[in-house]
């Protein structure tokens, strides 16, 4: 067995992490208290000191029922439990983050069953007073708001409100695969547009065509459009009455600002959290505008919003517990050894600051929901209309100019387009529209919404663990190989000796008589050409260690990729 070393002039042992010498050539071996080797050279070779020296192989061992060291054994067998117990500790330590991923990944589950139980048993949750509180709703989003900003960084802030000293960017250079300033006013303007825009006008035609045929209008009115079959115009006035009751239930709910749990979907879905938070802020505080401007429009009645105390209500349910998550994480958690630890538990709070408001939302409304979850086209209709905003926005991100096909961003934009918030608009449906039907839409989306956008959250955290995906998101400027036909051998390209960043010196090459000559492009190998913001030539990579090279890049300051090219 090769797990000790011995020295020349005696035993060597460790009697409380102290070396000492003895007079015989045997040693207590690492693997028990009992165990004894022997050798030309040798060493303890226990976990603890395996970590700081080196163990040279040379000796053999053999097992001793008891050891002649008595008093120096029972310090070693305190140091090698000692040593399980750090082992011990280490794997519960694993155990426990695993059950905290498992936790994660069953976050569609979770909402299922807390939907389910609000709405079977909402006297459960409406006897307690601490689900029945009336902030019951703003403290749940608080504290999802709260365990978002402590994943956050004052740069991070910095970044998304356009605002980078230039102490900051020489300190902390933005990443290539990081959404930069200017791609996050892209993000947000586009986000503007298919929040207030593409949303309102989809909710428009699916209620319009879907959501109100004459059949379904027909079987929503059941018995009593039996009972009114003599008078034809009291039927028509009643299918017309309850078609503009669900277009106005669908416009409103289209029309909306995104929801707060759009932020944890957006982390558990490895998306840019800070961007998310800049979104909803926005869309939060531009709704007063734009939703009495689109339902004039397409309503024909503009529905009001009090503007003041709907910014009261978003500084105090989303910027502040963001700031205070933001300071918790720079002045608290200092290190990374202490953020690396804090940050499984961060998405276990926001799952459960969800669930809990799902329960003070649902059981105070659990009739109204409950009679509009059971017509099925509707409940179709509202699902395909969060689904096709979320691959709306992924796919307008993704293909929006100066967006560099990036990964995180297309995220974001998914899941904010995706995730409304059908509690602002079941609120103001229910203060500025009479009748029941004005709430379906808002009702049905308190029920699918939840346990949706965590699917589809879930569903992309999966794809992003896989290699091609973080290949894809490491690089995402990099343009698809072309055919080996229309990749002809060129003439050799010059570049420097050197690579520089203005004026400074970056990477030096060794010296030479004349310029170094990059070997032309084979059809086998194929190169591509990466362009650094400020440096006069770009640098010429073989395709397979592109990504390498760019990880490598990332840990020198000021170099910022700005194109790549394929040769």
């Known amino acids: 067995m090769q797990c000790c070393r011995m020295s020349t002039r005696g035993t060597s042992f ?130 999802i708001m709260l365990s978002m900003g402590a994943t956050m960084t004052w740069a991070d802030v910095g970044r998304c409100i356009g605002w980078r000293s230039e102490e900051v960017a020489e300190r902390e250079p933005e990443p290539v695969a990081t959404t930069t300033s200017v791609m996050v006013r892209r993000a947000v303007l586009l986000n503007l547009v298919v929040c207030f825009v593409v949303m309102p006008l989809v909710a428009y035609l699916l209620a319009s065509t879907v959501m109100t045929s004459p059949r379904l209008l027909s079987s929503l009115l059941g018995t009593q459009a039996k009972a009114r079959a003599g008078s034809a115009a009291t039927t028509a006035a009643a299918n017309k009455a309850l078609r503009s009751s669900i277009i106005t239930g669908m416009v409103l709910l289209g029309s909306v600002s995104g929801g707060q749990a759009s932020n944890l979907c957006t982390y558990i879905a490895g998306g840019d959290v800070a961007l998310s938070v800049a979104m909803t802020t926005v869309t939060t505080l531009l709704v007063t505008v734009a939703l009495p401007l689109v339902t004039k429009l397409l309503l024909g009645a503009a529905v009001p919003v009090d503007a003041f105390k709907l910014a009261a209500s978003t500084a105090r349910v989303v910027l502040a517990p963001v700031a205070i998550g933001v300071a918790v994480n720079t002045f608290v958690l200092r290190t990374a050894t202490a953020r690396m630890a804090v940050r499984p538990w961060l998405p276990v709070i926001g799952i459960l600051a969800t669930l809990y408001t799902i329960a003070a939302a649902l059981s105070p409304v659990s009739a109204t929901v409950l009679s509009a979850v059971g017509e099925v086209p509707i409940v179709l209709a509202v699902i395909g209309f969060h689904i096709v905003g979320g691959l709306l926005g992924y796919y307008a991100a993704k293909e929006m100019p100066g967006m560099r096909r990036n990964e995180l961003t297309a995220r ?99 010296a030479t008589a004349s310029p170094m000559v990059a070997a032309p492009p084979r059809i086998l190998h194929p190169r591509v050409l990466v362009f650094f913001r400020g440096a006069p030539n770009p640098v010429t990579v073989m395709k397979p260690d592109l990504r390498a090279f760019l990880l490598k890049m990332r840990k020198m300051r000021g170099m910022q990729v700005e194109k790549i090219e394929e040769i």
């Open 14 to 143: 460790v009697s409380g992490g102290v070396w000492g010498g003895g007079s015989g050539r045997r040693v207590l071996c690492g693997k028990s208290a009992s165990a004894w080797c022997t050798g030309e050279r040798g060493r303890w070779a226990d976990a603890a000191v395996r970590r700081q020296r080196q163990v040279v192989p040379g000796g053999r061992c053999w097992a001793s029922p008891r050891s002649p060291l008595t008093g120096r054994s029972v310090h070693m067998r305190a140091a090698s439990a000692g040593v399980g117990g750090m082992v011990s500790a280490a794997s519960l330590a694993v155990q426990v983050r695993r059950l905290a991923a498992l936790f994660v990944d069953l976050f569609p589950v979770w909402c299922m069953a807390a939907s389910y139980a609000a709405l079977k048993r909402p006297e459960i949750f409406l006897r307690s007073a601490f689900f029945s509180a009336p902030n019951g709703v703003s403290i749940g989003l608080s504290l």
């Open 412 to 510: 974001t934009v998914s899941i904010e387009a995706m995730f409304k918030s059908p509690a602002l608009s079941f609120l103001l449906a229910s203060k500025h529209f009479d009748g029941t039907w004005v709430l379906v839409p808002s009702a049905i989306s308190l029920v699918v919404l939840a346990p949706l956008a965590a699917a589809y959250s879930v569903v992309l955290r999966r794809m992003g663990s896989s290699p091609l995906s973080s290949t894809l998101g490491t690089a995402p400027s990099l343009p698809t190989m072309r055919p080996f036909a229309s990749n002809p051998v060129r003439r050799p390209s010059v570049r420097s000796d050197a690579l520089t960043v203005g004026t400074k010196r970056v990477r030096p090459q060794p």
